[in-house]
Structures are given as C-alpha cells and as structure tokens.
C-alpha cells in the first residue's frame, strides 16, 4: 500500500539531481557562514529551504506563458488574472506586484500611520518588517497553543479574541486600527485557523470599527484543513470556502508564490469599500513596482498565475500535497524526533530547543540543527527561530522567541516520496548524534530582516558529556 496518496499528475519534465560528498558539504557550510540562504543551490540536493516560488508549474500553466500579452499598458494578461482573483477569491479589486513583499509594502505605506498598532496572528517576518517601516508596531493575538510545540490543537492559527480585545481596551481603536489574520500561519508551523474563528474575529472587528486584513499566501492549505477537519464545511468546495474566508475581510495581499503555483509574483486586493485606500496605491505602484497593469510582474506571469490560482483549489491536488507531508511528519515523529504537532499545511517543523536542549537559545539551536542537517545529507532547510525573529530595538537583545523551530518546507508539485523517506533518514540520523551538535555565533548580520544574510561560525565551548545511551549525563547550563 502507498503512504502518499498518488499523485493526480504524471511528470513531463525532468530537472537532474546532483548528490555530493560530506567533506564538499562540510565546505560549502564554512563558506555559507553556516546560513542555509548563502549555499549554492548547485551544492544541494533536496531543497527544502522554502515553498515559495519553488513550485513545478503544469502543462496549461506553461501553455498560458506563450500567450502572455507583454504589453506595457492594459495588457490583456492582467485582465485574465485580475479575472481569475476575483473568481477565486471575490475581491474586486487588484494590484499586481513584483511578489508578496512588495504588496506589502504598499499597504503598509498607505495604511499604517505612525504609532498605529497592528495584531496579527503571530508575524511574518517581511510582513512586519513594512509595518515597523511604516511606523506600526506589531502584536501577537494568535492563541497560546500555537506558541506549545507539543499541543495537538487543530486550530493553531486562531486569533485569540481576547488578547485582541485587551489591545482595544489599552490602546483604543484609533490606534487599533486593523488586524491583520493569515492563515496556514508560516512561523508557528504552518498551522490554520477555523472558519468558525475567523468569523468571530470579524464580528468583533465590525463592532469596534476595526479592518481586517488578511495576507493569504496560503490559503488554499488553510481552506483544505477547514474542509477536511471543520465541522460543517465538508460538502463544501475548496473555493466556496477561499470565497468565505475573503469575505470576512477588506482587503488582503498575497505571495502568489506559494498557493499562486507560480515562480514569481505577488498582488494586493480589496473589497470595493476599499476604493480610496486603494487609489492610494495604485497611485504608489507605479513608483515603486511598475504600471497598474503589470506592478513588477510580466505578462506571461499574470498569465500562469491566472491558471495556478483556479488550479490551486482543486482538493484532490490539496490532498496529496497534504499526505506527502503527513508521510515526512509521521517518519519523524515515530523515530521519537521533536516535531511541531500537529503536522501543518506547507511543511514539517523540527522543535530545535527539544532537539537540542544542551545549546542555548543565544547559541542559535534550529540555525546550527539546520546547517548539521544539510551537512549529513545534502537537504536544506531554514531555521524559524532566534534568528529570524530578530533583535529589539531598545535593548539591541535577540527576541528569544517561544518557537526556535527549523523548517523543511515542501514545494509544490516537486519531491516525491522517494525524497521525503531519504530526507527522514538524514535527520533522523542527526538525531541520533545530536549530543555532539555544536551551537554558533554570529560574525556578522545586517539591520533588517538578518536571517537571510548573517554569517555564523561555530561555538567553541566544550560539549556536555554525554553517556554510551546518548542520554546527557550532565545537564547543560543553559536549560529551557
Ligand atoms: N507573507 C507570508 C505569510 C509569507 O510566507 C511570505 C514569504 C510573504 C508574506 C512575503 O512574500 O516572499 O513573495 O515577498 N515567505 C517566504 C517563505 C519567503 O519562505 O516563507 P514574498
């Protein structure tokens, strides 16, 4: 018996694999500075640094790019994909840009004045980089248990209304001027939140004068949980239930590189209530993107986006994707290593500070898990951690954040169960040295958003002592 559904596609085209020598890796790593974003790409084997804009594109995806229409102004491929947003999602209007970011951007410009406080469920790293930008600051209302790696709640992405409302009663909501909600949360582990949620989250909105906006990069994953785990919603279809989510909302953005199927791309909707926030950035696009019928993106782009969004809604593809990464979860979580629970929607979350509790959170745990990971097998992935989350402002002290997690995140269409078994295998195998993992320090780092570009080298102190049963026979001195 298969473990993944199979999948509902037969593969056209094939992109070779090249698989290297641990000591070629061991070198890739010193020159990386140990960060997964400087490798070269050529010296991986299994990418699993990200699902965005790594997704394989189908025959009809490919067909649309032929007749993309590159002209500069009114180009007929933006009309197709403007279509094809409103079919799916409902709003009306649409500008497109360059990818996720860049919408983004101007939202946030446009939207947020000085002082303003924005909630979300949880953050997004880019996401709150424009709103900090833009002179927002940034709340978690996202529920508790998303922050407990261990809890099986289904509903990790949930708002929770009453820190929401705590915010409202401190700041008042002329200050707390939005929400912004995202589904299949990316920094708690890919985990949803219910329709059922989403609904009271508006409901409180609309009683307080309060927008919501919605960044719904992953939506599709988040509608198929709602379907297949929601009371009520299974005779639904996919799309009737991206169409609810929208509507609960005034506006939203999107990275279309991740349920756009697409390899590039990004766009900002609203709601036609919406019009004067949106003259306001279209009259921006132009500045900062490109004209309002193609924002950064070119024809035949809009054009293949048009197709993956409609493709995007279909359940059966939503269900092997899901199943693929149920498998990888499962493989891991029974060889006993720390994963976040339950398994999410775009990938699978190691709990660094469970795997490796004897290096402290300073010492970077998922950053260094994640570089000995590419070191004993060639995959790579990302941490979600201390990292990413980034310094405070006032104190200049990392963040520290609850979830130090590292993430193998699954593209579209891509890997087959061949790959998600080799990738279990590798770490599983790193689990079972995990003692003798070193922790880093960081040489060099940018500013803003630091995870992309630090440089790291290892911790020399000396490791714990560790018994024949890999059981640490001294505690560490920095414990959670
Ligand atoms: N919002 C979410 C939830 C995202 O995951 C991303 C990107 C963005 C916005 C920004 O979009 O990359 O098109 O500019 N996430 C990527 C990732 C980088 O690997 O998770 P973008």
Redesign the pocket.
């Known amino acids: 018996m298969p473990r993944c559904i199979p999948e509902p596609y037969r593969i056209k085209m094939v992109e070779p694999l090249r698989m290297t020598t641990r000591e070629h890796r061991a070198a890739c790593l010193e020159k990386a500075g140990y960060n997964t974003f400087l490798l070269h790409s050529d010296d991986v084997f299994i990418d699993l ?5 790594t997704s394989a594109m189908s025959d009809r995806q490919w067909g649309a790019l032929m007749v993309g229409d590159e002209a500069y102004a009114g180009s007929r491929s933006f009309d197709h994909m403007r279509e094809s947003i409103e079919d799916v999602m409902g709003y009306a209007l649409v500008i497109p840009t360059h ?6 951007h101007l939202f946030f410009q446009n939207f947020v004045q000085p002082g303003d406080i924005i909630p979300m469920n949880m953050y ?4 709150r980089a424009h709103l900090e930008l833009a002179g927002g600051e940034f709340r978690d209302v996202i529920c508790d248990e998303a922050h407990d790696t261990s809890s099986d709640f289904r509903w990790k992405g949930n708002v929770d209304i009453e820190k929401l409302d705590g915010l409202v009663e401190q700041y008042g909501s002329e200050r707390v001027r939005a929400i912004s909600v ?1 589904p ?3 920094m708690a582990g890919g985990q949803p939140f219910s329709l059922q949620n989403l609904r009271e989250v508006r409901a409180y909105c609309s009683g307080h004068g309060i927008k919501v906006f919605l ?1 719904i ?2 939506i599709a994953e988040n509608a198929w949980f709602i379907r297949h785990n929601e009371a009520g919603f299974a005779d639904w279809s996919i799309k009737e239930i991206i169409r609810e989510i929208c509507s609960n909302s005034d506006g939203a ?1 999107m ?4 349920d756009g199927l697409v390899n590039m ?2 766009f900002l909707a609203m709601q036609p209530w919406e019009d004067e926030l949106f003259q306001r950035c279209r009259s921006q696009v132009v500045v900062y993107e490109g004209l309002h019928t193609y924002g950064g993106m070119s024809g035949r782009d809009m054009e293949s986006l048009a197709v993956g969004l409609r493709e995007v809604c279909e359940d059966s593809y939503l269900s092997c994707r899901h199943s693929q990464i149920e498998l990888l979860h499962g493989l891991l979580a029974r060889a006993g290593v720390p994963v976040v629970n339950p398994c999410g929607g ?1 990938g699978v979350f190691l709990d660094a500070r469970a795997f490796l509790p004897h290096i402290d959170q300073d010492h970077y745990p998922a950053q260094a898990l994640a570089a000995e990971i590419f070191l004993e097998c060639g995959v790579r992935t ?1 941490e979600r951690g201390n990292v990413s989350a980034g310094r405070d402002p006032e104190t200049g002290l990392n963040r520290r954040p609850k979830l130090e997690l590292v ?1 193998l ?1 699954i593209p579209r269409r891509v890997y087959t169960e061949s790959h998600l078994e080799y990738t279990a295998e590798g770490i599983i195998d790193v689990y079972h040295r995990r003692h003798a993992v070193r922790g880093l320090d960081i040489i060099s780092e940018p500013a803003v958003l630091r995870f992309f570009q630090s440089r790291f080298s290892q911790h020399t102190e000396t490791l714990p002592v560790v018994d024949s049963e890999h059981h640490l026979a001294v505690p560490p001195p920095h414990y959670w």
Request: overall charge positive; charged content about 25%; aromatic content about 6%.
């Open positions: 640094l990200t699902d965005s804009g990818q996720g970011r860049g919408a983004e997004f790293t880019t996401t995202a299949d949360v990316n960044d990069t992953r953005w990275s279309s590189k991740k791309g990004g775009h990302m993430r995140a």
